[in-house]
């Protein structure tokens, strides 16, 4: 390192001291541990998530005490969201979002839960993309090669999907994809991605709409493919996996967005302090790599934009959810 | 042979100094949470996830492993000394390892456990290192068909499981059936049976709850009244003939080992069951084939060697989807598998060929594992055994406040403490009552998996039952199913079959 860089370096770290004890007059940090409340079961996407983040925290010691994930798995969701609705106000707990806390609002009304003034949003730091896979040696999808044979194929025979639960986000793909290609499937569900990843390779479903890291075994064994991945530009984790833009059907766009929130009725002071550790897990290299090769997108969203985001979003899925029924 | 060369470079990796000590630590660890009602497997390798992210990838499963695999021995300590499971892998050792203790016998409960563990666990990872591929192949064509299958065989042997009276042991697994369906629909995703919209209910009931409020309130409010308070437990004299005789009782346990071992190990290679209903099929089935199936239940050691050397042998096959696809084959997998993730890792398929290191360390450390917990336990059985000493107006407290903390730990849910002190008072009159506790405490266990498997079959085959019975296109759950009948009616035929034949001797 060059005496130069040296210097920069202390500049650096000095006017970053100087900064953080202007900004510490009042500052918030968390006096006991903070409960993560994850809306789905251990080993999920989620859950995996979650647990990422903990652990980067922990490792970099970027707060002063820990995150501790707990589970609440019941409800679709409908456990999670009752539960950090009861917590207004308190200021050691956070959920990581599905796509769950979306649908479960409007599907299951009895919870009395509202969207936009149970929860304060803080960032989103993911969003996690949805493809068509078949079975390598699937007997009932041979001589598939394209999406196009896919939609053919499908048309014409009623094909088996399995997914990951009833009204989870891939059901209400399968919803979509029925309006704008005209086709149905029998619906079988699993207990988890991975499950439903096996039930396809074990020949039990015809096709999956799975995320990439619930099959990314299979497809490096090379038992599953991947048809179609449903955003604009290919992925660089899934390099000759087309995307449905390019294939000419620029409807066929879904994500799961991996957002985190706080309950409503927090000082600013904790929304900003949440905020930022968030922002800085978002940053750290270890975080990046490994959710870049698992062919998730980075997707940092705070503030106005965040909160014009699930509007839009939850606006779609109630769409999503009529149109289902 | 290759095998052999892998098998013994993972010996040699789990040997390595520092591999060990976090191996034995690891040991240590899984006992303490083992035997810490409420504390299972699952916490303890949640809880230790994040440090592992310090280490490389190998030590860090190895010293996971470790902790499950000491949890499953742990289990056992708190489920013979104070009669609460310690973790649901453990509930099923309750039924005799509890009796025995009260008898005075405790010591050679303690040993049964031990040893079963032991050998249970050995059995299972050397079927590991031998079949481990055609087994992974075997593991994906068992679907849900077959599952249920599977399911109807171990509700037909837990009819024999409370004693003659068949009525009120049918009445008990309905009980059991009937609370696992509270909760969310598994297939519709709606909420079913929430009452008075009480949200703890999404969550259904959790199976520990039922099993330490009916274990421990249940039986400490019995054992309190029987005995007017003053309980008198076994001699504590631990001296080498106490220690021949422990021993000397596991000669009768071999056919307990056997079935545990195997079982187990078949049902933990099985996606989405897992140690918990691997222990108690073990249990029901030892029981049923067993020439004094009667004795089960008032202590017996083969009914502490059948739970435990199952569910050692279920959590080792558990790791062969884990590794093998890339699906959790229990609760505790699913926290390991999402953990080999973020080492890196990408479980499925091609493990073994692009990670042999972290595989074979895997699977030679389980070697390992298994000699220092048997060690570990057989030296500390002594302490365990203090316990005993404690008067029973002190231990009782203690035992309910282990509930409490038992109660509500695995759902942090105050909810879950009044519902375990609600199934203990249950409990209690249906002991009274002369009801079989145990079937329904299985039912709710396996009620989930089997009606799942049940609907997605019926999905499958556009609703017909016929899906189960078909030997040219699912062979495996035809041949299931078909062996579950016959071991549903024999207990019905057995009878029957006895007073024809006497009919014929006296005409």
Redesign the interface.
């Known amino acids: 390192m060059s005496i130069i860089k040296k210097l920069a370096l202390v500049v650096v770290s000095l006017s970053l001291v100087a900064v953080s004890s202007v900004s510490s007059a009042k500052p918030f940090s968390p006096k006991k541990p903070v409960e993560l409340i994850i809306p789905a079961?251990?080993?999920g996407g989620a859950?995996?998530i979650a647990?990422?983040v903990?652990?980067?925290i922990?490792?970099n010691d970027y707060a002063s005490k820990p995150v501790i994930?707990?589970n609440?798995?019941?409800?679709?969701g409908?456990?999670a969201m009752?539960?950090v609705k009861k917590k207004a106000g308190d200021e050691h707990t956070l959920i990581i979002t599905l796509n769950n806390v979306l649908t479960t609002p409007v599907?299951?009304p009895?919870?009395g839960i509202d969207f936009f003034n149970d929860f304060t949003p803080l960032a989103r730091l993911i969003t996690d993309t949805f493809l068509v896979w078949i079975a390598t040696e699937g007997k009932n999808t041979a001589g598939v090669e394209t999406f196009d044979d896919f939609i053919d194929l499908a048309r014409g025979n009623g094909l088996?999907m399995g997914g990951t639960?009833?009204?989870?986000e891939d059901e209400l793909l399968l919803g979509m994809m029925r309006g704008q290609f005209g086709f149905d499937a029998?619906?079988?569900?699993?207990?988890?991605g991975?499950?439903v990843?096996?039930?396809l390779?074990?020949?039990?479903s015809d096709f999956t709409l799975n995320n990439p890291?619930e099959q990314?075994?299979?497809y490096?064994?090379g038992?599953s493919k991947a048809l179609v991945m449903m955003t604009p530009e290919r992925n660089p984790a899934f390099p000759e996996v087309p995307s449905s833009y390019e294939l000419g059907y620029p409807d066929l766009e879904y994500y799961m967005m991996r957002a985190f929130m706080a309950p409503a009725g927090i000082d600013a002071e904790v929304e900003k302090y949440y905020t930022g550790l968030l922002h800085t897990v978002y940053h750290d290299d270890e975080f990046q790599t490994?959710n870049i090769?698992?062919g998730k997108l980075m997707s940092w969203l705070e503030g106005f934009g965040l909160k014009d985001f699930l509007a839009i979003e939850y606006e779609k899925h109630g769409e999503i959810i009529k149109n289902f029924n | 042979m290759e095998t052999v060369g892998f098998l013994l470079d993972g010996i040699f990796t789990s040997l390595q100094w520092f591999n060990l000590a976090l191996l034995i630590f690891g040991c240590l660890i899984g006992l303490f949470v083992g035997a810490m009602p409420g504390l299972g497997s699952?916490n303890g390798v949640?809880i230790l996830?994040?440090?592992t992210?310090?280490i490389p990838p190998t030590a860090a499963i190895i010293f996971l492993a470790a902790v499950y695999y000491g949890a499953m021995y742990g289990g056992a300590i708190s489920s013979v000394m104070l009669g609460i499971p310690g973790a649901s892998t453990a509930v099923a050792t309750v039924f005799d390892g509890r009796p025995l203790a009260v008898k005075g016998e405790a010591m050679t409960a303690l040993t049964a456990a031990a040893v079963g563990s032991f050998v249970g666990g050995t059995v299972s990872v050397i079927l590991f290192t031998l079949f481990a591929p055609p087994l992974a192949e075997v593991?994906?064509?068992?679907?849900?068909p077959e599952t249920f299958a599977l399911m109807v065989m171990a509700f037909a042997t837990f009819v024999g499981l409370g004693g003659d009276d068949v009525p009120k042991t049918i009445f008990s697994i309905l009980i059991g059936l009937a609370l696992s369906t509270i909760?969310?629909?598994?297939?519709?995703?709606?909420?079913r049976l929430i009452f008075f919209?009480i949200?703890g209910f999404?969550?259904?009931i959790n199976f520990l709850v039922l099993a330490i409020g009916i274990y421990g309130i249940g039986e400490m409010l019995w054992t309190l009244e029987e005995t007017k308070g003053k309980v008198q437990m076994s001699k504590l004299s631990v001296n080498m003939n106490e220690v021949g005789r422990a021993f000397g009782a596991l000669k009768k346990t071999i056919m307990a080992m056997n079935i545990g071992s195997f079982l187990g190990f078949f049902v933990g290679i099985l996606?989405?069951a897992g140690a918990t209903p691997a222990s108690l099929m073990s249990y029901g089935i030892t029981k049923q084939l067993s020439k004094n199936s009667k004795e089960f239940g008032s202590g017996v050691p083969a009914g502490v060697v059948a739970p435990e050397c199952a569910n050692n042998s279920a959590s080792t096959g558990s790791m062969l989807?884990m590794l093998t696809?890339?699906?959790?084959g229990s609760?505790t997998t699913?926290?390991l598998?999402?953990?080999m993730?973020?080492w890196?890792l990408?479980?499925?398929?091609?493990?073994f060929t692009q990670e042999p290191e972290f595989v074979w360390g895997l699977i030679g450390s389980l070697y390992i594992a298994n000699f220092f917990t048997l060690v570990l336990n057989i030296a500390l059985i002594p302490a365990f055994l203090m316990v005993l000493r404690i008067p029973f107006a002190i231990l009782a407290p203690v035992i309910f406040v282990l509930c409490v903390t038992g109660g509500y730990a695995p759902?942090?849910s105050l909810h879950d403490v009044w519902l375990m002190l609600l199934f203990g008072f249950a409990g209690y009159i249906l002991r009274k009552l002369d009801y079989p506790v145990a079937p329904a405490v299985l039912s709710i266990v396996l009620g989930p998996l089997a009606e799942?498997a049940l609907r997605?079959s019926l999905?499958?085959s556009d609703g017909s039952m016929g899906i189960f019975f078909d030997v040219s296109e699912k062979p495996i759950a035809a041949v299931i199913m078909y062996i579950a009948i016959v071991l549903l009616i024999m207990p019905a035929f057995g009878p029957l079959y006895r007073r024809f034949f006497k009919k014929k001797q006296t005409a």
Request: proline share 10%.
């Open positions: 079961g251990q080993g859950d995996e647990r990422l903990q652990g980067v922990e490792k994930p707990i609440k798995s019941g409800g679709s409908g456990e009752t539960y599907n299951q009895e919870l088996v639960g009833s009204m989870s029998k619906y079988v569900p699993y207990s988890g991975g499950a990843a096996k039930g390779v074990g020949g039990e890291s990314m075994g299979f490096q064994s038992d490994f090769d698992d | 699952v949640a996830i994040p440090i992210f310090i593991a994906l064509r068992f679907n849900a909760g969310l629909d598994l297939i519709t995703g709606k909420p919209n949200p999404l969550h259904g996606p989405a989807p696809l890339g699906i959790p609760p699913a926290i598998l999402g953990g993730i973020l890196g990408t479980p499925g398929p091609l493990l759902t942090q799942k997605q999905i499958l």
